[in-house]
């Protein structure tokens, strides 16, 4: 089975940086994604982990440490149209992505 | 480019009524999911597939089939339906490379039964 755990919400201003953690315990470990998602619409890839280490695209970063079962995802520069929700999904096996509840993110101007 | 379509966009059903949910993709990719979105639960794996032909079970299966006939298409079906299945449904795909592959959803259905 899996546990994934995230924060239900995080709120920061325009411009700013907010870190999202994702921590889990699961079997068969084969990686990490996260995903974002706008109200009503459906999610969409924005990174993947499966080595240790940071991985940087753009404003967005992902870290992983898989010996201590975390992850983090990295927004830099905060805009208002990254007021959106996003998902941790670990994956077990070579298709099976299990996800976390997801984190709400608000900016504020 | 279509990527993934599903229909309806929106349902109303009263329980006990058959409903398929319908979902395409034209990126022929091999692998195809059905997922729940519930508030506070996140996204669950209802059924999936690895390629044209089989089917697997996912985290909550029960109350749902699904079929595979073909690359493109994958409906899931409710046979006799319940409140509780009141969700957001998602289909989405993903390429198959021997390894973890992105997967691309679909727009969603909202589905709700009364």
């Known amino acids: 089975g899996q546990n994934i755990d995230q924060p239900t919400e995080m709120t920061a201003t325009e411009g700013a940086i907010v870190q999202i953690n994702c921590t889990y315990q699961?079997?068969?470990?084969?990686?990490l994604f996260w995903y974002q998602q706008h109200a009503g619409e459906a999610p969409t890839f924005l990174s993947y982990?499966?080595?240790?280490g940071l991985e940087e695209k753009g404003r967005f970063s992902s870290f992983l440490s898989r010996s201590k079962g975390y992850s983090y995802l990295l927004l830099k520069e905060l805009q208002m149209k990254d007021s959106a929700s996003y998902l941790c999904?670990?994956?077990?096996?070579?298709?099976?992505?299990?996800f976390g509840a997801g984190t709400t993110v608000t900016v504020r101007a | 480019i279509a990527g993934i379509t599903q229909a309806p966009t929106s349902q109303i059903l009263a329980a006990g009524r058959r409903m398929t949910l319908r979902c395409t993709q034209d990126?022929?990719?091999?692998?195809m999911y059905w997922y729940r979105q519930d508030l506070g639960l996140g996204l669950r794996l209802i059924h999936y597939?690895?390629?044209?032909?089989?089917?697997g079970k996912g985290e909550v299966p029960d109350g749902y089939s699904v079929s595979r006939a073909n690359t493109d298409d994958f409906p899931l079906t409710l046979a006799s339906a319940v409140p509780s299945q009141t969700s957001v449904y998602f289909c989405?795909?993903?390429?198959?490379?021997?390894?973890?592959?992105?997967?691309?959803f679909g727009p969603g259905t909202r589905l709700t039964v009364l």
């Open positions: 999904a670990v994956v077990q096996g070579e298709y099976k992505l299990s």
């Open positions: 989405a795909s993903s390429g198959t490379s021997g390894g973890p592959d992105t997967q691309y």
């Open positions: 597939s690895n390629t044209a032909g089989t089917t």
């Open positions: 699961t079997s068969g470990f084969n990686g």
């Open positions: 982990n499966v080595l240790d």
């Open positions: 990126m022929r990719h091999n692998a």
